[in-house]
């Protein structure tokens, strides 16, 4: 090989590192900006709602009835959320005992029966009825609840505007997802385990409850996160199923506030921001299983 | 084994599950096509035959229901199944802040409904309101974004998309992070461009992903509510009246049967449209 040659082929290898170094500094550059413009777009289409609801929390009646997203002149944070948790013989709070003991209530009663449901109906599957029960299921998770007939329903048994009434009715309308949840992840435990503990001696309720059920805890703290977030949010079931002042839910109070509060927004705002902290807090410990979850399902169809 | 399967795996099982969802789901249902033939007072009822749904369809108060949530679904449906995709490719590609993004764009899917609907009001206000002062900085004249009788609808689906989108871009997060990094490498060798990469990679091996999107929205769009009422209550007049909203108004009314067929009709668009839709969509997949 000629001096020529190798020299020509060395300068053009370092071209073309040179090349590739300019591009990947041109590439970065490129991506940093694109970056830094969805940074600034996303602040602007969501963080300027969320500014706009906390700033109008923290300002007297006038100020916030300008509905602006102006700074407030003076700050009334205590004073706003002391009026709005005690408004109405301090409904906002009876509503957040309401709302807690509705989800701890209906996530309880939701997981152990959707487990049982899942575990069977996975180890059953093929079997006579499985396709029954898979289309009352999938029908569940699409079929909105026929409202007054339910209604009437709990009514004849009375149940009706009770706790249990609505506990109930909660655990009915997320029984599909939950269902169909439990039984994707039981198909990955091998049946195995349910042989080896049947050697052993164990009879169909033991091996669920004392091994299978403890088996499950990864898709058992997903629907506890997911369900106890849509309960907590709930705004129609406890609309029609639990209605009176005593019975109130957070969402409800928003609801009720919105028609009596008409002058007073920044109480309204305060009512908002309460009740957005404690999906805020499940959202700040349990982003990637709350995302995981939502997906699960989705993705595979 | 079938002698053990059948003890170990007993379908007592289901039992309580079963009744829980049965007497407060299935029942209710079932009763739901009976009593939508009723005039209904709870205690009491007569027969009456067709005469609610004849009385809902020629109604304009109440058909525009109908029309207004099939409208309401196919728009927010459409917008959340092209922006998650746009979003979803996005914050999988190489940009800087992706899960800083990805929380932000998801976060809103979390919030209450109401709350969401009451801030968006305030927002939409026509002269006080945050949307139109900065436009009017702008030197553009806002519309009265929820007054309007031809925008109302419109701007509540916009709402509705701001909120729900977050779901539809992790879902296709999930889709085109599945995609086997193989395919986008053979198409740079073959020197396909990024655009390239996006029609003839991402978009067809998404589909799965595309289909739960489209489903999920639509349903969810057929049976919209909360953001509805929050925002406008059905109106101005009727005009953004949903099926969903206009049950609330007929039960409240007292109209126990003409509510029940509303859910009757709501029931008969989600089997008609939905499960259709479900089969047409899974059937033409395509497989990796």
């Known amino acids: 090989m000629s001096k020529g040659m190798i020299e020509g082929l060395s300068s053009g290898i370092r071209k073309e590192i040179s090349q590739d170094w300019s591009e990947g500094i041109s590439k970065r550059a490129r991506q940093f900006v694109i970056g830094a413009v969805s940074l600034v777009l996303s602040t602007l289409i969501f963080w300027v709602p969320f500014y706009f ?22 700050f009334h944070i205590i004073a706003n959320y002391k009026a709005v948790l005690t408004a109405s013989e301090n409904m906002l709070i009876r509503a957040f005992y309401n709302s807690t003991l509705l989800t701890v209530l209906s996530i309880a009663i939701l997981v152990v029966v959707s487990a049982m449901s899942g575990f069977v109906l996975q180890r059953r599957e093929g079997g006579k009825a499985s396709s029954t029960i898979n289309f009352l299921i999938l029908a569940g998770l699409m079929i909105p609840p026929a409202i007054v007939p339910t209604i009437w329903v709990l009514d004849s048994i009375g149940l009706f505007k009770t706790m249990t009434g609505i506990t109930l009715v909660e655990v009915a309308l997320h029984f599909p997802f939950a269902a169909i949840l439990y039984k994707a992840f039981v198909a990955t435990l091998p049946r195995e385990i349910d042989e080896s503990a049947m050697i052993d001696g164990c009879g169909g309720t033991r091996l669920f409850f004392n091994i299978i059920f403890p088996l499950l805890r990864p898709v058992t703290s997903t629907i506890v996160v997911l369900t106890s977030i849509a309960v907590f949010n709930d705004f129609v079931n406890p609309l029609y199923f639990f209605p009176g002042a005593d019975n109130a839910t957070v969402q409800l109070t928003l609801y009720n506030f919105m028609s009596r509060f008409t002058t007073s927004w920044n109480l309204l705002f305060a009512d908002i921001v309460l009740i957005s902290i404690p999906p805020l807090i499940l959202f700040i410990f349990f982003n990637k299983k709350i995302v995981a979850g939502m997906t699960a399902g989705a993705v595979k169809g | 084994m079938t002698k053990i399967t059948m003890r170990t795996y007993s379908y007592a099982f289901l039992l309580p599950a079963g ?40 109604e304009t108060a109440l058909s525009i229901g109908f029309r207004n949530t099939i409208v309401y679904a196919v728009v927010t449906c ?16 190489g940009i800087m802040f992706k899960s800083y993004l990805r929380s932000v764009i ?7 409904t109401i709350a969401v609907g009451i801030a968006f009001s305030m927002m939409m206000h026509p002269s ?21 009788t031809k925008i109302a609808l419109l701007s509540v689906a916009f709402v509705d998309v701001w909120k729900g989108v977050g779901i539809a871009t992790v879902i296709y997060i999930a889709g085109i992070t599945a995609i086997p990094q193989e395919y986008y490498e053979a198409l740079k060798i073959d020197g396909g461009s990024s655009r390239d990469a996006f ?5 067809p091996l998404s589909r799965p992903a595309m289909n739960s999107v489209i489903i999920l929205a639509f349903i969810g769009g057929l049976r919209s509510f909360d953001l509805i009422w929050a925002m406008t209550k059905g109106g101005p007049g009727f005009t953004t009246d949903l099926i969903a909203s206009i049950i609330y108004k007929q039960y409240q009314a007292g109209f126990y049967g003409l509510a029940t067929a509303g859910n009757v009709i709501l029931f008969i668009c989600v089997s008609l449209l939905a499960f259709p839709l479900y089969k047409f969509l899974t059937r033409s997949e395509v497989h990796l």
């Not at chain 2, 739901?32 to 035959?49: H, K, Q, Y």
């Not at chain 2, 459409?78 to 590609?93: I, P, Q, R, Y």
Request: aromatic letters at 18%; glycine letters at 6%.
């Open chain 1, 53 to 74: 609801v906390i700033i109008n929390s923290f300002k007297n009646q006038a100020e916030s009835a300008e509905m602006s997203m102006a700074w407030p002149s003076s």
């Open chain 2, 19 to 58: 009744i829980i969802y049965f007497v407060f789901y299935l029942l209710p249902t079932i009763l739901s096509f009976f009593f939508s033939m009723t005039r209904w007072t709870l205690m009491d009822w007569d027969f009456i035959g067709f005469d609610n749904y004849v009385t809902f369809f020629s």
């Open chain 2, 78 to 93: 459409v917008l959340k199944v092209v922006l998650g995709l746009l979003l979803g490719a996005f914050l999988t590609s």
């Open chain 2, 106 to 112: 998801f976060f809103p899917t979390l919030l209450s």
């Open chain 2, 128 to 148: 006080q309101g945050m949307i139109n002062t900065s436009l009017a900085a702008l030197g553009i004249a806002g519309p009265d974004w929820l007054g309007n």
């Open chain 2, 199 to 203: 029609w003839h990679i991402t978009v």
